[in-house]
């Protein structure tokens, strides 16, 4: 299997109570079964001749490379290299819709799959942002704004770009934040670049929903997987790997 230790397959079993004809939930009970390598020594061979036919479209869709990864990447919090780089992606795409954010959030939950070192190949983008996510940019005043980023701290951290630098504590309070160095400004307008999935604030964002001049393009190329792509591929035309660091954008105070 391509992925070893990624996937996992639930099992749910769930016990009911028979009552004359009414059926009451008396309790659950679940397993996770590791899906790995150790599946692969022994291959059953009659699936094996029935995927066959679907393998070769299945990997012409997914196999072409867009790019390549100079080293492995992941999402975390308080902060992972894998969701600073798409909260950078971000940032980069905005000038494609003529807009200048402050700064980019991509949230964490939205990201389920680690990127690989070297080749990158679509359907490796396809793991990474699986839904129909589109870049979408807002309006937040600044005290609004402030809201946002404690809601972002109670989370213990989220995908956030370059320019911000903030700090949490223990208990996942705000301690502080900067964009570009300076401290938010309650009466200053701070323009967004994230996904139309968190406008309705989801994800324990509700800051967004007091957010205004919204630009949020429904077509299909502005999904987010083609983004990444587009980035992708820009750097290779560049001449250059992908890559992204911890910078201490968020950080947990000691």
């Known amino acids: 299997m391509k992925k070893t230790a990624l996937f996992y397959l639930m099992t749910v079993t769930v016990m009911l109570t028979a009552c004359k004809h009414h059926y ?33 479209k299945v990997d012409s869709v997914m196999g072409p490379i867009v790019g390549r990864s100079a080293k492995y990447m992941t999402a975390q919090r308080p902060e992972g290299t894998l969701s600073n780089l798409l ?42 942002a699986p839904f129909e996510n589109k870049i979408a940019f807002i309006t ?38 900067t964009i570009n160095g300076q401290p938010i400004d309650p009466q200053k307008d701070y323009r967004i670049a994230t996904i139309d999935y968190l406008l309705g604030g989801t994800d324990k964002m509700e800051a ?28 290779t035309k560049q001449g250059r790997e992908v890559d992204s660091n911890i910078e201490g954008r968020v950080t947990v105070e000691r």
């Open 208 to 235: 967004f929903k007091r957010g205004t001049d919204i630009n949020s393009p429904k077509d299909a190329s502005n999904n987010t997987r083609f983004i990444i792509m587009n980035y992708f591929r820009e750097m």
């Open 140 to 177: 937040l005043k600044g005290d609004v704004l402030l809201d946002l980023f404690r809601q972002i701290a109670s989370t213990g951290g989220e995908g956030l770009s370059h320019s911000v630098r903030m700090v949490i504590t223990q208990d996942l309070q705000l301690k502080s934040v």
């Open 24 to 56: 009451e939930v008396a309790g659950i009970q679940r397993s996770r079964i590791l899906i790995d390598a150790r599946y692969d020594a022994n291959p059953d061979q009659r699936a094996a001749e029935f995927l066959k036919p679907y393998r070769h």
């Open 87 to 128: 909260a950078d992606i971000l940032v980069w795409a905005a000038k494609e819709y003529g807009e200048q954010p402050a700064f980019g959030l991509y949230n964490i939950g939205g990201v389920r799959a680690d990127l690989p070192k070297g080749n990158v190949t679509y359907g490796d983008v396809l793991d990474v």
